[in-house]
Every structure is written in C-alpha cells, then in structure tokens.
C-alpha cells in the first residue's frame, strides 16, 4: 500500500503563506486522485482541494477558492498545497490522501473523502 507523509506546517501569521507537501512511496500517476483535507479539533474532516491524474481537474472547498492551490510534481511524486493568505480558521491538521475511483468526479471523491490511503498528517496553525 501507498505510503504518503506530509511535511511543511507549522505556525503562520494571518495573511502569511506556507506550502505543504506530500510524498508518496508510489507514482502520483497510479491513482486516481490526490487530495488534501483537514481537521480542526471538534469539527469534521473537511475535503480542501483535490486533483485528478486523468485531467488535471481540481476541486476547491468554499472556504478556501482563491487562496489555495494544489500541484502535482509527478517526476518527484510529490503534491503541494500552496495555502496564501491564510487565516485563524484555517487552523487543523492537515491530511494528505490518494486514490479514489475514476467513475467518480473529483468533487464527488474529495466531498466524501472517497480515498484509500491517508498520511499521519501535519499541523498548520495560524495565529499572530
């Protein structure tokens, strides 16, 4: 199985910026999706941007279009999440995962989480 780890958070200022990445032990290319999600602590898991192998599409949640951008370095097998602009809210652990199924859209697989292998995770916590 797939083994990811993510590196990269820590502590940020509102409006600052910081960039996670996740390595994976197999090709970013052998699965169907890569995603970045987080958990604040009482809330749910939230999906907060995935991208698709076939197409390159991305989904964004809501709360961060606009100030996150997910990439893909499939030479190094890595992803990113470049996080800009960032605010207390933003404050969680954040997850790396992959895979998914092909017959689903990518909205469809980060809205529920729909992946198989998850990393341990990193925290980011923005506060001044």
């Known amino acids: 199985q797939v083994q990811l780890v993510e590196s990269g958070g820590g502590l940020v200022q509102p409006g600052g910026f910081l960039r996670l990445s996740c390595g994976t032990t197999?090709?970013?290319?052998?699965?169907?999706?890569m995603g970045w999600f987080r958990q604040a602590p009482g809330k749910e898991r939230e999906g907060v941007a995935c991208?698709?192998?076939?197409?390159?599409?991305?989904y964004y949640a809501d709360s961060v279009k606009g100030r996150f951008t997910i990439s893909r370095d499939n030479v190094k097998n890595l992803v990113y999440l470049q996080m800009d602009k960032v605010k207390p809210e933003d404050t969680a652990v954040y997850y790396c995962?992959?895979?998914?199924?092909?017959?689903?859209?990518?909205?469809?697989?980060?809205?529920?989480?729909?992946?198989?292998?998850w990393g341990q995770g990193t925290q980011v916590t923005v506060s001044s």
């Open positions: 995962a992959t895979g998914g199924r092909p017959t689903l859209t990518i909205d469809t697989v980060c809205r529920g989480g729909l992946f198989g292998s």
């Open positions: 991208i698709s192998s076939i197409d390159d599409t991305t």
């Open positions: 197999e090709s970013t290319l052998d699965y169907y999706g």
